[in-house]
């Protein structure tokens, strides 16, 4: 154990230099061996110097300076500035398709990018945008399925779903009851309106292009024996004008209001107003919700 410990001495050395230094936050000669020494890696003074020189040497961006006899290390820069990990780690707060859960998760990701003396200020200092997250917790693998299949030229396979006025999953059906299987050419996804929304080409459809929302997809396979065809390919130069119209607010006095809509618009107000909203039926085609706005 201890010899493999040795084996991947520098890479342990280079981790905790890049995580936990900077400018402002150098660590000493002595405590960096002592580090080592805890994580099973026989180190001392004079080998330690040895292994940082070997590593300056070979292209390692790794600074130092004498201070009361004693020698300090930092790594001066990380892969992305302060003010760039903060504009990564608001998009994740603001958007509103990565549930809470997976939002948590994603910051301290982005956070611990800037290391660990800038995380801890980077999360002190988060902003509560107050957005209405959706509560589909599978959607990072669903776009890691459509994102795959996109590099790879291959064809997907999904169910789709709505939601009812109780918040709950209504799959789209075939005739006989049976859950319907979506097979589709992902051309690519798109961020539109606080939403990921998959662009796609159906042969049975070719003059147009189809477009579905991520978090409302299920179950999504690659399907591996398929290739694109020539007609979806060519509709990744048509992305740049593919958009969505949805329903807006605008800015005012903040009233309690009543709106009576066709059930098909179920999906659109939970949308805007979040999935914890009240709803009731008034008949078999129309829902009433009391909203805040």
């Given at each position: ?37 805890e ?23 790794i ?9 300090f ?6 892969e ?23 939002t ?25 945008f ?12 669903t ?34 009851g ?20 998959l ?10 292009t189809?477009?579905?929302?991520v ?21 990744i130069?048509?992305?740049a004008?593919f ?11 903040l ?6 809509f ?6 659109p ?5 979040g999935?914890d ?17």
């Open positions: 154990m201890a010899a493999n410990m040795q084996k991947i001495k520098l890479l342990k050395l280079y981790e905790l230099l890049r995580k936990e230094t900077d400018e402002s936050h150098p660590i000493s000669r002595v405590e960096l061996c002592r580090r080592l020494n994580m099973g890696i026989s180190s001392n003074v004079r080998t330690l110097s040895l292994d940082i020189e070997v590593m300056q040497d070979n292209g390692f961006e600074m130092s300076y004498l201070k009361d006899k004693e020698k290390y930092y790594v001066p820069e990380h992305l500035t302060v003010p760039e990990i903060k504009i990564l780690i608001d998009a994740v707060q603001a958007a509103s398709f990565v549930t809470e859960k997976k948590a998760e994603l910051v301290e990701k982005v956070a611990a990018l800037g290391g660990s003396h800038q995380a801890e200020l980077l999360k002190e200092n988060m902003v509560c107050n957005t209405r997250k959706h509560t589909n917790e599978s959607i990072l693998y776009v890691d399925g459509i994102e795959d299949a996109i590099i790879r030229r291959k064809k997907i396979a999904f169910n789709y779903f709505h939601l009812n006025e109780k918040a709950e999953r209504v799959f789209v059906t075939t005739s006989t049976e859950k319907k299987r979506y097979y589709v050419e992902p051309v690519a996804l798109i961020f539109n309106e606080d939403n990921y929304y662009m796609a080409y159906s042969n049975r459809h070719p003059e147009r189809a477009s579905y929302r978090d409302r997809m299920d179950h999504l396979e690659v399907v591996e024996e398929s290739v694109l065809s020539d007609e979806a390919i060519a509709k130069d048509g992305v004008e958009t969505e119209q949805a329903f807006k607010m605008f800015s005012g006095d009233e309690d209001v009543v709106l009576q066709d059930k098909s618009l179920i999906g107000v939970f949308d805007k107003f999935e909203t009240a709803m009731m039926p008034i008949n078999d085609t129309t829902c009433a919700a009391t909203v805040h706005v």
